[in-house]
């Protein structure tokens, strides 16, 4: 498909609007390397795909534009930084056409809370948008679009669970035996990921990081689908720099454990902290403890594994 005309403006049988469904995630182990020369981490990264989902919908418009509804959309860029536009920008890029399109998200999954929802509404857009503009692109092309977007980004396209290495963006798909339960605790305000890396090295400079590596433990643990040996699994070598920055996320972890949560972490790079639950009764009296304890701004509950970005 790499002919097409570098003109704007749909084609009679192009769509009028595609909206695509995109989940959260959560890691379930993040294992993190020493800083490499270029600043970046090594990483063995699990991601689990969770039932927290944005939604972007592409239509033609006169040039690019991004609008955002939910709770939180104040706080979500509507500029070119948007994870959104860029993937627009990019897809138009590789096909010679101008990104002449609108993009509204409907904005669910906590904003810069360590869940992906950036990367998510840039898996998003990318696969609203091929679909808007017929440029069938092969899911190889889409992945290596995602992975220039962002490290998180290919994952959200492809959802389920996934081991994730390098900078976490080559993805291998893992098996899950079942479901599994979550409550999700927003803090208020966000945690910057680079600040998070940064208190990382700090935590860690004079001392030996271990290569990062899947833990046997852990893939076993979503094979059989076994919630008890799940959380006794779980990992996140980012947690004490994320406590370090944001030391009151430690009466939250403990409000969830107190509350009956079978495992708590903080997820990914934070504030959001994640807790592994027995079951959906579980979930909701978990998350009406979190919410009950003043130690979170609101508790979501969860089920996963959910799948990747999926036009509607
Ligand atoms: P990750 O887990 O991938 O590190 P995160 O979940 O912590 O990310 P995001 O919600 O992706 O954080 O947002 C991080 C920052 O990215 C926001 O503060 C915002 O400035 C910017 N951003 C860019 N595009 C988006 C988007 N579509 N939605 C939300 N934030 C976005």
Known sequence: S???????????????AVTV?????????????????????DLANVFLAVSLFDEVTARPAAALTVTCEGPDAARVPLDATNLAARAAILLAERHGR???VHLHIVKDIPVAGGMAGGSADGAAALLACDALWG??????????????????????????????????????????????????AV?????????????????TAGTEVPEPAASPALLAALRTGDPAALAAALTNDLQPAAVSLRP??????DAGIAAGALAALVSGSGPTTAFLV??????????????????????????????GATVQ
């Not at 003109?7 to 009679?12: K, Q």
């Not at 995109?22 to 993190?32: G, R, S, T, Y």
């Not at 679009?145 to 669970?161: K, M, T, W």
């Not at 009151?248 to 972890?253: I, N, Q, R």
């Open 2 to 16: 790499g002919t097409s005309p570098a003109v704007s403006g749909a084609s009679p049988a192009a769509p009028s």
């Open 21 to 41: 469904r995109v989940p959260a995630k959560v890691n379930v182990q993040l294992a993190v390397g020493a800083a490499r020369p270029d600043g970046f981490h």
């Open 98 to 100: 101008t990104p002449d």
């Open 135 to 184: 440029l069938g692109s092969t899911r190889e092309e889409l992945l290596d679009i995602c992975a220039e977007l962002g490290s998180d980004v290919p994952f959200s396209l492809v959802g389920g669970a996934a081991l994730g290495t390098g900078r976490g963006e080559r993805l291998t798909a893992l098996d899950v035996g079942g479901d599994f339960h979550w409550v999700f």
């Open 187 to 203: 803090a208020d305000g966000g945690l910057s990921t680079p600040a998070v890396y940064g208190e990382f090295d700090r935590l």
């Open 248 to 253: 009151s996320l430690t009466a939250v972890l």
């Open 278 to 307: 027995e079951d959906a009764a579980s979930a909701a009296s978990v998350a009406a403890a979190l919410t009950a304890s003043g130690t979170c701004r609101t508790a979501r509950t969860a089920s996963s594994p959910a799948p």
